[in-house]
Structure formats: C-alpha cells, structure tokens
C-alpha cells in the first residue's frame, strides 16, 4: 500500500456504545479485532525509498500551512523568505514526529504496566497489548521520518524529557490521571493530523503518508481510552470524582502546552522574537481558537462522565480551553467560532 491509496478507516465504535459491562466488553472486542484485520506496518505500508518520497533542500511543500498550522498561521513566519519557511518547517515538522514518538514511549510503558495489573480474563489485556504494538510501529514510523527530514531536533521540552521515567507510573497508581494525559497527548497532534488532511494542502509525501497511518490507527486508540474513562468514572465516589473533574483541565492544558509548543532552541535556532513567541503559544485570537478547538471531545467526554460541574467549569474557563463541547468524536470545528 502506498501513500497515494485510500487507506482503511480504523473502527471506532459509536458513542452510543455506553453503559453496561457486557457492552463495554464487547467494545473491546470489537477494537482488537479491528486491530488484528485494519492494522499497518510503516515498513511495508510506506514506500520510503520511493522516488517522490525523497526530502531535498528547498522543496516548498514543508512550508507550513498558513490556514492550519500555528506558527505557519503568523505574519512573522509568512513575512520571512522562502528558504527560511522552508527550513522552519522542516524543523517543526520533524520535531512533532519527535515528540510523537517520545510521547509514544511513555504511553507504550504505561499501558503494558496497566496490562501487567490485570486479572486473567480481562478482556482490557488484549486490546491493550494490541495498542502497545501498534504504538511500537508508530514510534518506528516517527523515527524514519525524523531521521530523513532533520535528525538534529530534540523533540519535548526538556523537563518533560527529564520526568519522562515518572508519569508512565501514574497508569498503575492513578489510571484515570494517566488515561487524561493520554488523551492530552493525542488530541492535539491528531486534531492537526486531522486538519491538515481535511484541508488538502500540498504536503511532501512522507508527511502525508506518516499522518494518514497515525490518524488511522489512532482513531481506536483515542477511541479505547474515551469508552475506559465513561465506563469506569461514573462507579467511583463523589469525592473522588471532583478531583478527577479538577484533575483532568489541568492535565489537558499542561501537557498541551509541553506538547505543541516548540522547545527553546527551535525559538532560539531561527531567532523567533520573544513577543512572536508568547502571541503564537497562546496570545493571539488563532490560539486560544485552536485550544478550545483542540479539546471540542474532551469536554463532550466530560460531560459524558459526570466531570463537568460549577468549579471544574471555571477551571476549563480559567485555563482558556473551554467552548463548545463536540456532539460527536472528530467533528468538524468549522462553524464552532
């Protein structure tokens, strides 16, 4: 299969799909089948050596999209030249596959210890195993593209890096917190993935290939942890679930910001004034759009599960990502603002 086919939609079962155990058990059925019969290997699914695949200096189609990206969304990047577009975007494009992967090794070891605390029979084992796999092959598809466009970039911000050992434990101490940062995780960089699909840019083919597969699959990914979170926040005690209901903004925003926001030496690297930085991440009126826009699903699964109350409200409002909550999983935001 190459990047120019239409590649299968991954399943996704409706939201409706909500309530009891036998149904949520057979949710997880349903997602590791499809993992099983709709899965891809960036090895065989991703003509790397392929001649239109080739990254060469001074190729246009990295310039960042000036409707869809937010730093191509500027007047100071699209005011710079060409070559200098060009550069930037290939720089920020291959560190958000850098990020992606070290995003995907913390979730990579947080779900396998998740799996390791599991009784025999569970039905959860299975299908998160299987999303482990397939997070391993994303992490290798991530690598090939940050290797053939610009090796040099480091990927998260570096405290993150420096805490990366930790957080995978919240699986097995706090799921829930680690499920929130999860979705805080794949949201963002599927709802760019997702955006610039729609909008048809002229993207160089290794990037549109790498999205095309990582939106697919991710659909069950992020799909798993949606179903997970409305089956098993609802049973737990009042007390608990006002924390959960302050915990989940916080971890959204935070993690957002350490995630789409470029690290220090991009800003340093192609000498990006400090006021252009702080308008991009998060001042101008495009940002705070495209952080509301960002957790449109989030805030419908709020809902979902009992976490939107007076406080938690405010604290959406406070962190600048509420809005409209989405009516369905992925919908279009286009009418949203």
Known sequence: MTSTQPRPIAYEPPASKIGTEATYNQVLEDLSDASVHRNFDPYVDIP???????????????????????????????????????????????????????FESILIRGLLLYASKMKNGDKRFRYVTHESKEECNHTLMFQEM?????????????LL?????????????????????????EEPIDHLQKDF???????????????????????????????????????????????????????????????????????????????????????SQDSRIFLSDVFGDVRMLAEQCGLMNPVSKQMWKALKIDGRASRYRSEPRYDAH
């Open 146 to 158: 940050v290797n053939r466009v610009d090796p040099s970039v480091p990927g998260m911000r570096r």
């Open 161 to 185: 890096r420096l805490i990366d050992p930790i957080i995978p434990l919240f699986a097995a101490i706090w799921p829930s917190v680690f499920f929130f940062g999860v979705l805080a995780g």
């Open 197 to 283: 699909l729609r909008a048809g840019e002229n993207i160089h083919p290794v990037m549109s290939a790498v999205m095309e597969l990582h939106v697919a699959e991710e659909a069950r990914h992020i799909s798993f942890a949606h179903h997970h979170l409305r089956e098993t926040i609802p049973h737990k005690n009042r007390p608990t679930k006002w924390a959960l209901s302050i915990a989940m903004p916080l971890v959204m925003r935070i993690l957002c910001g350490a995630i789409a926001s470029p690290p220090p030496a991009f800003f340093k690297k192609f000498d990006v004034p400090h006021e252009v930085k702080k308008d991009i991440f998060w001042n």
């Open 48 to 102: 790397w050596d392929a001649p239109e695949m080739a990254v060469v200096p001074n190729d246009e189609r990295w310039i960042l999209s000036y409707d869809v990206d937010p730093i191509g969304k500027h007047p100071w990047y699209q005011a710079q030249p060409k070559e200098k577009q060009i550069a930037i975007g290939m720089w920020r494009q291959a560190n958000v596959a850098k990020v992606g992967l070290q």
